[in-house]
């Protein structure tokens, strides 16, 4: 029950649109904003720079 009840928050986290990504210019999903991070992190190491990584911001 109380896995069922977690996942159930999550997934509803996860489908909220949220405006924390700088580099974008209109809300996107936790979820896609996490696929956005993941994808920028992967670029910066791949290229070996760390600049082209831009950390979320949270007021």
Avoid: C, W
Wanted: no cysteine; proline share 2%.
């Amino acid at each position: 029950m109380e896995l069922r009840f977690f996942l159930s928050k999550l997934e509803k986290k996860l489908q909220t649109d949220v405006k924390y990504l700088s580099y974008v210019d209109h809300a996107v999903s936790f979820r896609r904003g996490i696929a956005l991070q993941m994808n920028m992190l992967v670029k910066a190491m791949e290229e070996e720079d760390a600049f082209l990584y831009k950390p979320i911001e949270i007021r």
